[in-house]
């Protein structure tokens, strides 16, 4: 009997999500019975023309295969466009690395200190980069670089350094005492572009922050731009 009335409950349900306009993928989700039999109960209510149009439309594995389909003519075209771009780019000569790394540097540097040169940002290429144009271009020896984090109160400081000092190659030597933001990193919009913090490159070196300065200054004067705040 109570089987008997579990099945009457299912066929009662199946019959009032047909009406809804469910088709048999979506109502075999809320009941227990096969196909076969949801065909035998529904036999006399047909779907109208219109929503059979919809259903094939909008069918979820329909719509999961195009977007594959997309995401993969995407993938395709930017490993092509990637590799144009390599042959273009590569190798770098030191002039590009010096172009480079002051355009960077105009942008992300520090400029308040005139015998400073300090480079933020939260992703580890842009700092790794920094670290080669100062090392390759301007001659900075690797045990002269200091580090500074910037962190949220929720964030594990001894986690953090020790990722930075993996990424960087820096022994946590190099790492002064980090700068511990009071708000937490939840209440950041794009958490994963904060995960790890703002990592601050320093260097100190009064010859080498004059070259830099006075390299952006004269890239502003060919450009018409004018760059005192530098």
Request: glycine residues 4%.
């Amino acid at each position: 009997m109570v089987l008997f009335m579990a099945k009457r409950n299912e066929h009662s349900l199946a019959v009032n999500l047909r009406k809804q306009g469910m088709s048999y993928s979506q109502i075999k989700k809320h009941v227990t019975v096969s196909k076969s039999s949801l065909s035998l109960w529904l036999h006399n209510y047909p779907l109208p023309e219109k929503r059979l149009r919809e259903l094939r439309d909008f069918n979820e594995q329909r719509i999961e295969n195009f977007r594959r389909t997309m995401r993969l003519k995407r993938e395709t075209r930017l490993a092509k466009v990637y590799e144009e771009q390599k042959l273009k780019l590569f190798p770098l000569t030191q002039r590009d690395l010096l172009i480079g790394g002051l355009c960077l540097y105009w942008g992300e540097g520090g400029k308040t200190k005139p015998t400073e040169l300090t480079v933020s940002n939260t992703d580890p290429s842009v700092i790794l980069f920094s670290m080669h144009w100062l090392q390759s271009v301007h001659g900075i020896a690797k045990n002269k670089f200091k580090v500074k984090l910037q962190l949220y109160r929720d964030m594990d400081v001894q986690k953090e350094t020790s990722f930075w000092s993996k990424i960087l190659k820096l022994p946590r030597k190099q790492f002064v005492k980090p700068y511990i933001k009071k708000t937490e990193s939840t209440s950041i919009t794009y958490r994963r572009k904060f995960s790890h913090g703002t990592c601050d490159l320093r260097i100190s070196n009064v010859n080498v922050a004059e070259t830099v300065f006075m390299g952006i200054k004269y890239l502003g004067d060919s450009l018409h731009v004018d760059t005192k705040g530098v």
